[in-house]
């Protein structure tokens, strides 16, 4: 009995140090061919396309009623203690370090990881990657280089495009609606932040984009068989890249501190 | 010339080649032939290198196709051109696009000279009004012919069919074999078709094959092998359950 659970233990270790050596050696392979082929500009562009531009409206969206749902949060709290003049910086602080990379991040994972997922997924089992290893096209300099560069440049600018329109959120929450004064709310703002809080926050967002482009390119490209195969690709690919994102996010944010 | 030697393997302990040898002239036209789900289709994705072999040798060309990386590896599979069974076009490329596709990722042509050459390839198989279609626009006789409109742009020395007419009625299956015939005729490659459309495919090919239990059990003309009148070949021919062929 207990030489079973020590032998039950040590496969299930096994597993997972083959499985992290897998995601290793793709993450790699897939940095071999970055820096060591001619980028694909054209496969990057239609990238930058689906990964970020089309995911512009839902992060406008989500970043701008994040910032009035906080502003209108924060003052409550705030007021508690007479302390509305600091709702500017509070807004900004929480939104350039926190809430912009990871949210928007999270947005981009469930739009566009997701899809990515399942399109290299389908593009497996359709055998299409295999057509791309018989043309001597390789996969990881086709497929997955174009990607993994699309969402490092796009995710650090939608995190961007999120904070600032949660600011405007948060501006129209507590200076229109709440009656904090705009000189306050702005002024305050630009005495609080400073420029590592931004670097902090693009930081973040590059990491992100690494994350969620290497796990959802990993899952598509090593799919099981079958309709189920892809959808279970796809929901583990969101999964993990949701989870690793907190994950991360507290370790990078517990070092920068 | 292509020559299997010996070749093993297997997939979580179930052995699919058991030693198997083959030997394949250049210019040949061969016919692979056997029962479904018994490593035809393995067999081709080892000559062409996405899979090895736990043992033997696949050598084409005089080279060894599993010892070859990178650049090598890269280098002996543009002599290929490879037909898939189910098509394996781009989905989210046109007709036009999907067949442009090696030109464009493997040759330094400018754009006017890639299309004046993708409009001959699918004049030649008949989709030239097409070419705006994207595949799921397309009938399987169709895919079948953009896919190998696609295999031939490259104008391959080596050509491998995977059941090219498996899923197609009688008349769209002979037509895509008088294109490969055709294509044959134009390139002088040298191809393998694994299929099952016996006796039609038969009138293309110089040589057959037939595979069974990991190996090859009947190898030579139609006219050798008719004459040594091979009971398995008989039963395969017929398709009668009856015989030394069992269901798998």
Redesign the interface.
Known sequence: MFISCIRGLGRGALGVLEMLGSYGMFLLTAFFWLFGSPLKFRRVLEQIIFIGVKSTVIVLLTGAFTGMVFALQVFYALSKFGGESLLGPTVALSLIRELGPVVSALMITGRAGSALAS?IG??RI???I??L??????PYR?LVVPNVVAAVVSFPLLGAFFSMIGIWGGYLVGVKLLGVSEGTYFGEMSNFVEMKDITMGITKSLSFGLIVSWVCCYKGFFTEFGAKGVGKATTQSVVISSVLILIWDYFITSISL | MIIVRDAYKSFNGNQVLKGLNLEILEGEMFALIGRSGLGKSVLLKHIIGIMKPDRGDIFVDEQNVGSLHGKQLEAMRRKFGYLFQEGALFDSLTVFENVAFPLREKTAMKEPEIKDRVFVELEHMGLKKDAHKYPAELSGGMRKRTSLARAMIMQPSIMLFDEPTTGLDPIIGQSILNYIQLCHRRLGFTGIIVTHDVPRVFTIVQKIAMMDDGRIIINGTYDEIVRQGNPAFQQFLSGSIDGPLHYV
């Open positions: 399109e389908i593009m359709t055998e299409q295999d057509a290893e018989i043309m001597a096209v390789n086709y």
